[in-house]
């Protein structure tokens, strides 16, 4: 199995990171996508290491761009043994740049955008050890069904989605906001009329304010 490996950005402290914040891609996209965000989040945290990965396979859409797992089967068993068999190699990104920042695996915040917050989702709240917080864009929950018994970690989640989205309708956000806190997970949301599919300043201000409430820790001030 091939080590994920993309753009990285920061810490802008200069020094040691003491955060690691995963950036996950959309489908037919790439780890260029959204390295972009790094320095508008920097703001907030600045000891933050910021990793955007490359997803392992070639995007079945088109002649460039990567994806996480098929689409090409949209059923909902087809999507669920999609992200089963790509989540054992960011299970394994994560391992890897813990060890090599000296950090433990609960100072990683997993970030996606579309088919990277299902990722982001689906992995994160399976881990033995949580990861600090979910931040989840114009995305939706894989394997709701089978939540309740494989949930392992109740991490802070951020879910954000554009109303006027015709990829990802933000009702997927929402029906994944009711399933979690069903699941008792501490949930934040972010419905913004007329956005599509995509991240505007209002989501962008959203994910700092997250990020910087999870660098102070439990109990931390913003």
């Not at 091939?2 to 950036?23: E, H, T």
């Not at 399933?179 to 300043?201: C, F, K, N, Q």
Request: aromatic share 6%.
């Amino acid at each position: 199995m091939a080590r994920l490996d993309g753009p990285r950005w920061g810490p802008k402290s200069g020094g040691a990171a003491r955060m690691l914040v995963l950036l996950l891609h959309g489908y037919g996209a790439d780890g260029n996508d959204l390295i972009d965000l790094a320095p508008h989040w920097a703001q907030a945290v600045p000891d933050a290491l910021f990793i955007a990965p490359h997803a392992p396979q070639d995007c079945d859409g088109g002649p460039y761009g990567r994806q996480w797992f098929s689409l090409e089967d949209r059923s909902p068993a087809a999507l669920l043994a999609g992200i089963q068999s790509a989540r054992p190699q960011l299970d394994a990104l994560i391992e890897a740049e813990c060890v090599a920042a000296d950090l433990p695996p609960g100072a990683v915040a997993l970030m996606g955008f579309s088919q990277g917050a299902m990722m982001a989702l689906y992995t994160g709240l399976r881990r033995a050890v949580p990861p600090a917080g979910i931040l989840a864009y114009s995305g939706r929950l894989i394997g709701e069904e089978s939540l309740a018994a494989e949930i392992r970690a109740r991490p802070p989640v951020l879910l954000v989605h554009g109303e006027a989205d015709e990829v990802v309708p933000a009702e997927a956000s929402r029906a994944a906001e009711r399933a979690l806190r069903a699941a008792g997970v501490p949930v934040e949301s972010l419905y913004t009329p007329r956005l599509a599919h995509g991240i505007d300043e209002a989501g962008l201000s959203a994910g700092a304010l997250f990020l910087q409430r999870l660098a102070a820790g439990p109990g931390g001030a913003a």
